[in-house]
């Protein structure tokens, strides 16, 4: 069955970096669109990033462009979302997601916290 396990969250400072990993089974990860969401308490999941199967082409949230950067690596079958200049408000529980046919896969997800 599809499986996505997300990994790297932890603690840090404002203006540090972490790196999310998310790493897939039970499907063609190479033919696979992903995205990493986001939510906080009280809110709706936030589409963070996404990027097509091959790689060739990503796009982000508007409050996320020029610091986060979405990759993948098909031989590992691992997505990856290297967050930098991190922010008070990109405190959340971070969710690797795949969608076929109507139905949506989530990782149990891995929380990020940016605090002084």
């Known amino acids: 069955q599809v499986q996505l396990v997300e990994s790297g969250g932890g603690l840090v400072q404002p203006g540090g970096s972490l790196r999310l990993s998310c790493a897939a089974s039970g499907f063609i990860f190479s033919s696979s669109a992903m995205r990493w969401y986001r939510q906080t308490p009280g809110k709706e999941r936030e589409l963070v990033a996404a990027?097509?199967?091959?790689?060739?082409?990503?796009n982000y949230a508007d409050s996320v462009k020029g610091r986060f950067t979405i990759s993948r690596d098909n031989r590992k079958n691992t997505l990856y979302l290297q967050m930098n200049s991190l922010k008070l408000e990109d405190t959340a529980v971070y969710f690797c997601h795949r969608g076929l046919n109507g139905v949506d896969y989530w990782g149990k997800g891995t929380l990020v916290t940016v605090s002084s």
């Open positions: 990027i097509t199967s091959t790689g060739g082409s990503t």
